[in-house]
């Protein structure tokens, strides 16, 4: 597939696609309702419809009884660490072996054109960003991850919080699965803004940036501290009235779900003329520039802080100006 039919490469070989990244079409005015429903689609298509069906697939076949997880004990709690663990390892496993091993579609696509397998630092555990970044996430991440399942489906079991049914509360709960990745997004925002600032920034999640040129493999390689901000977006279902089912959807979109922004491809060939888009060049550029799009511009507010990067030459040029004010007046802005 030809990849300069929707973007360009400069000479090092970095791909950036043609279309200014725009963000979805909320909180705009004048409202335009045609731009609205043609996004529609994209919201739910492909990831988060892959998600809620995963995690219905969790809830009903590969989740523990009530009576069970109303017991602390460590063969269950032990079981849905494995159980993520293999979700991790087969989602991120492929899409790795695929774009990075075998290099299937070579750096078609590939925001940064060179390979971080060929680079190793000394940043990384043994030199190799691999290496680091899968210790890291198994080695907090999904643990982290599982505890905080653990935690929600043990306090539904013992009745503790404001869980109810579909057949209770039919529209509380569909209108809180629309919104999840919304929830997800504005959470994302605010704690990824707190860890930007300096002592944090330098003790915590230099740890995540150091894969300036991000891997699948990257997505859930942090800092422990990090990984408990990450995850604790899953305490909102023991504030409104929810189910485990939204909660196991909620940990899939910030968990599995954290590899969109990390696949480091704009597309994935799916055939000779076909590709599936990852949006995942909004944080590749905050990967590259550090201080842009700490979101991913479903919710506006990068635009509304001025930290939006559209990928264009204008969105470099404020950029650059806003660093720049920055740099000669640190406490004003």
Do not use: C
Not at 22 to 36: H, I, K, M, S, T
Not at 169 to 194: K, Q, S, T
Not at 304 to 333: I, S, V
């Amino acid at each position: 597939m030809d990849d300069l039919r929707f973007g360009t490469r400069n000479k090092r070989g970095d791909y950036s696609p043609n279309a200014p990244l725009e963000g979805a079409p909320l909180f705009r005015w004048p409202v335009q309702p045609g731009r609205l429903i043609r996004w529609l689609p994209h919201y739910f298509l492909p990831w988060n419809a892959l998600f809620l069906v995963l995690g219905t697939a969790l809830w009903l076949w590969a989740t523990p009884s009530r009576s069970t997880l109303a017991t602390l004990d460590w063969p269950w709690m032990t079981y849905l660490l494995a159980r993520n663990a293999t979700i991790v390892l087969l989602v991120f496993g492929a899409l790795e072996l695929r774009l990075y091993i075998r290099r299937a579609q070579g750096n078609r696509f590939k925001f940064n054109g060179s390979f971080p397998g060929d680079k190793p630092s000394p940043v990384f555990m043994f030199g190799s960003q691999n290496i680091d970044n899968i210790v890291r996430t198994f080695g907090t991440g999904v643990p982290i991850w599982t505890a905080y399942e653990i935690l929600m489906l043990h306090l539904w079991a013992t009745g503790w919080g404001p869980w109810t049914t579909l057949q209770d509360h039919p529209l509380a709960l569909v209108a809180l699965g629309l919104v999840i990745p919304f929830l997800h997004e504005a959470h994302f925002f605010a704690i990824h803004r707190l860890i930007h600032w300096g002592p944090l920034y330098r003790w915590v999640h230099s740890v995540h940036h150091n894969s300036v040129n991000p891997s699948p493999w990257s997505s859930l390689s942090m800092h422990p501290v990090e990984h408990l901000l990450y995850w604790s977006d899953v305490l909102i279902h023991l504030i409104v009235p929810s189910h485990p089912l939204l909660v196991l959807y909620h940990l899939q979109v910030t968990g599995t779900g954290a590899v969109i922004g990390h696949v480091g491809f704009d597309k994935v060939e799916a055939g000779a003329d076909r590709a599936i888009d990852t949006h995942a060049y909004a944080h590749y550029l905050h990967h590259k520039y550090f201080e842009v799009n700490y979101a991913d511009g479903l919710l506006p507010f990068d635009r509304w802080f001025g930290t939006w990067h559209d990928g264009t030459e204008e969105g470099e040029r404020r950029m650059k100006e806003r660093l720049r004010r920055k740099k000669a007046n640190p406490l004003k802005d």
